[in-house]
Structure formats: C-alpha cells, structure tokens
C-alpha cells in the first residue's frame, strides 16, 4: 500500500500480493464471462449451425430469429408468464406481509411454511405441479372425488392455449414468501413515530398502509421487481420440468428457445442470437439498477 | 407503537372478527405452500394402484416405502436401472468442492477488494457484480467448447470448475458488503506490527466472519445443488447431477408411469436443501436477501 524509498523484493512482493491474490479470480471472470460473451456474440455473426464456424454473415441470424414465428411465442410467452409472475408475486408478497406485520402470534410458524419453496430446486417444483396439474389423477379428478362436481375442470396443463398460466402459478407458488419477506424486512424498518402521529390524527389503518406504509415501501417493490423479472428471463428449468415447453410450443420462452436452436435443432448461430437478445434484456434491467444501488453505497 | 399493534387499538370493537379473518387468510395460504408437498409426500408413500383408484390428496392408506426403495436403487433412468442414487452422489461430489473453493475465493477477493484497494477496484467490483446477473445462455456454448478442448466435458470435475467460476461473483459479493464495515483501524494497527498480508486476514477477519461463511455456504450449497442448466449442457448421462436424474426420470416415456417413484425421487432430490433450509432458515434467508443486493 505504501510506497517506500527503495523497496527490496520481499516489499515490492508485499505490496503486489493483494493484487496477485485477486488475480485469478478477476482472469476467470474476464475470460469466462465476458470472453464467453464476446465469443457467443461472434458466434451470432456467422454461418455456424451444428458446430462453430468463423465465417462472418453479419446480423443475418438476427434477421432469422426474428422471422421464425417461434421466436415470437417465445417473446409472447415471456410477456404473458413475467407479468402475471411480477404482478402476482407482488400482491400475494405484500399481502402477506402486512397480515404478519398484525401481530401474529404464529409469525414464526407461517413464515417459514411461505418460505420453503424457495429452498426447493425448479426442477422439483415443476415435478410436483405436473403431478398436482395432471388432469386425469391430479387435482381435477380429487375435486371430482371429493366434491361429487362431475363436470369441473382444471386441464390447463394440457391445453394449448392455458399452458403458460400453469408456468406462472407454478413460480409464484414458489417465490411469492421470498417476495412477502422482502416487504416484511421493508415494514419492520419503517419509523414508527410518523405512524404513531398519523394514528393520532385520525387517520385509519387502511388509509394509513395506503397512504404512507406502502409509499414508504418503494425500496422493496423495486428490489421486488427487479429479482422477479430477473429470475423470469432466466427461467428454465420450470418450464423443462413442468410442460417441457409444450404443448407443441405453448410455453416455449426465450431460455427453451435457446437451448433447443442451439443444441438440438444445429442452428447455432440463430441460437447465439436469441442468447444476445436475452442478455441484452437483462442488462437493460440490471445495469442502472446495480450502478444506482453501487453508487448509493458509496456515498 | 407499530402500524400492527395500531391495527388493533383502531379497530377496538370488531377487532375479534378481523383477527378470525386474518388468521383464516393467513392458514389459507399456508395451505397453498404446503398442499404441493404434501402430496409429493403421500403420493410416493402410495401403492400406484392406490394413486389410481384414490385422489391426491388422500392419506395413503396402507403406507409403503417401496417406492422410495425403488427410486433410490432401481428405477430406470436412460439405459440403466440402478435408480438415482449414483447421480445423488453426483450431486455431493460436484457441491462440496464447488461451495469450498468459491468461498474460499470469495473471502480473498472481499478482503483485497475492501481492506487493500487499488486504483481501479470499484471497476473490478462492478464487473465481478453484473457477472452474477448474466442469463447463462449467453456463455453456454463457448463453454461447453472449452470443456470438451480440456476434456471435461460430461465430468463432475468439469461441473465443479464451472460452478465456482460462475459462484464467484456472489461469494465476492457477500464478503465484500461484510468486509466493508470491518474497522479498517484494526487492520492498520496489526500492519504497524509488521503483520502481513494473510496474517491479518488470518488472524483478525477470519475470526469474525463465521456468520458470512455459513450465508454464503448455503447459499452456494443450495443454488449449485439445484442447478439444472448447467448439468444438463454440460454432463448428461452417468455423470449428470440429481436434477437432471429426476427430469430424465420423470419425463421417460418408456413403460408404466410409475408415479409414486417418481415423487419419491422428488423428495429425495429436495430433501438436502430443504433440511439447511430447516436447519439454517435465518442464514438462508440472509443469502437470498443479499443477492437481491439492497442491504
């Protein structure tokens, strides 16, 4: 750290030692990452379909993802899924939280029970909410069963058209609690001596979550909506698991797109492409989020 | 006062039915989380002639592990029919190294990028950060190259260098924030007395950081151990980890649907993160709320 007269080789090893410490880590993540990316965007400029091949073709995979119909339904399907996946995760999260913030005496039951599922990997989830989803054995025919409601249906897992809502129920079921804890971490830090002053003056309880709870809650929905659309534009797994991205390609997304034009279909360079237009949209989230958030913490 | 004891003097006279109805709306959804557990459970303690004349959310009425037994040592996923357990071990042998060498590198990286910064560290910080957030599709291919170029590819040693590689970010992340509010006075005075450079870390911050390594354990313990994508680009077949096991189980067409094995190989594929998750919820908790950044 310091700069001595004449320094011997043991201090000039001394003071380089953090840097040769850091080293590795940051070459790992210069080649791994964003090497990797320079290479996959390269890629999505050539000829490439099964292998790799270095021949420039320009932005003409850009041009045929965005005339393959099924790109389209990717983008759509992610439009459908992320929204309702926001929106919902949003409400029942900070619903949920303002009912615990009432005093609940089995707080430190219910909380964990919101919670597990995000322990849970994607793969298992969208297992289980096959089986849960599965017309004929699942919760259909158990309403049936039960109920004696011969005629109710719930076949969206097999339906075309309703497929993509199972996807979203599936991951609000599972990040819904991490959401509501958020919201509960943002109630708990508000000031209670400006609630105490709204109380006094009249003010009832709903006007007083409307009016100044949630305005005060503005860090946690951004917090909120930025790890909810982060996680479903990265959504995978879910879909894999749950429909495998039908039926047909009902609930194909833009990760499924990916992988399928990459490695099953030998259209490397169009499955490059989308692979852009993904990171592309993530960064656009997360670039002014993590500056702004770095540049707060420096000051 | 809180705005919860407030919601109690304010509505003082029907307060008692808006109690009934908050704890109803409150075991109502605790319902819904916990239903989709419930019957993986019942259903892979079912006989499959039970799972289909019964209904899923039935009790099993005469409970059998056989199911269990079968998911574990015999059940047929690909070509063989030894059941998930090799990929169960898989998944150990690909965790525990991949978690200990990105922490380990986290902790150097948080202390350099705190304690001994340089011209330039904000940068490198900011680069190390966003690496976390990249949707992995944009590195997948160049990837799976490299693997195949140092002969790694469909080995759990190849799965490990890619887990730590792409843990980093978070493990620096969580150190670093942990670091940054160490008193930098302590680490002065210890280099006043000729302390070096992994002295001090050794003998003043790694004490202390006990909390920051159990977060960041479980955190990677839990993300790497639920990883799908990666497995399934980079080791399909005998190598694949327990999550690419349990899809290829559940999505085989071949045969009998056998849905109580299944199940059964669900749970046991959530039963590691789910048992930290009850051991340590407040530490995992921590982990989430940390990768969400605000804090």
Known sequence: ?299 | MSAREMAISTAAGPARWSRVVIYGLLIVFALFYLTPLFVMLSTSFKTLDEIRSGNILALPAHPTADAWGKAWGSACIGVTCEGIKGYFWNSIKMVVPAVLISTVLGALNGYVLTKWRFPGHRIVFGMMLFACFIPFQSVLIPMARVLGILGLSNTTAGLVMVHVVYGLGFTTLFFRNYYDTFPTELIQSAQMDGAGFFTIFRRILLPSSAPIIVVTVIYQFTNIWNDFLFGVSFASGGSSPMTVALNNLVSSSTGVKEYNVDMAAAVIAALPTLIVYIVAGRYFMRGLMAGAIKG
């Not at chain 1, 005339?67 to 459908?80: D, E, R």
Request: glycine share 8%.
């Open chain 1, 1 to 299: 750290m310091s700069v001595s007269p004449a320094p011997s080789l043991g201090k000039r090893l001394q003071d380089w030692l953090p840097r040769i410490v850091l080293a590795p880590s940051l070459a790992l993540v210069l080649v791994f990452v964003y090497g990797f990316i320079v290479w996959t965007a390269v890629l999505s400029m050539s000829t490439s379909r099964l292998l790799p091949v270095y021949r420039w073709a320009g932005f003409d995979a850009y041009e045929r993802l965005f005339n393959q119909p099924n790109w389209y339904v990717a983008l759509k399907n992610l439009a459908i899924f992320g929204s309702i996946y926001i929106v919902v995760c949003i409400a029942i999260g900070l619903f949920l939280a303002i009912l615990l913030d009432q005093k609940i005496r089995i707080e430190g039951v219910l909380r964990p029970i919101y919670l597990y599922p995000m322990a849970l990997s994607f793969v298992v989830t969208g297992t289980a909410w096959k089986w849960f989803l599965n017309p004929g054995m699942g919760f259909e025919h158990a309403v049936r069963v039960i109920t004696g409601w011969d005629t109710f249906r719930f076949d969206w897992i097999t339906r075309p058209d309703m497929a993509i809502y199972t996807v979203a129920i599936a991951g609000i079921w599972q990040a819904s609690g991490f959401v509501m804890a958020m919201f509960l971490a943002g109630l708990r830090g508000i000031d209670s001596e400006m609630l105490k002053a709204a109380t006094v003056d009249g003010a009832s309880t709903f006007t007083i979550y409307r009016r100044i709870v949630i305005p005060l809650l503005r860090p946690a929905f951004l917090s909120a909506v930025i790890v909810l659309a982060h996680m479903a534009i990265k959504s995978y797994d879910l879909v894999i698991a749950l429909t495998g991205g039908g039926p047909g390609n009902a609930t194909e997304l833009p990760s499924t797109f990916m992988y399928s034009y990459t490695f099953t279909r030998s259209q490397m360079a169009v499955g490059s492409a989308s692979a852009m237009v993904m990171l592309m949209g993530i960064a656009a989230i997360m670039v002014p989020y993590l500056y702004s958030e770095l540049k707060e913490k420096n000051r």
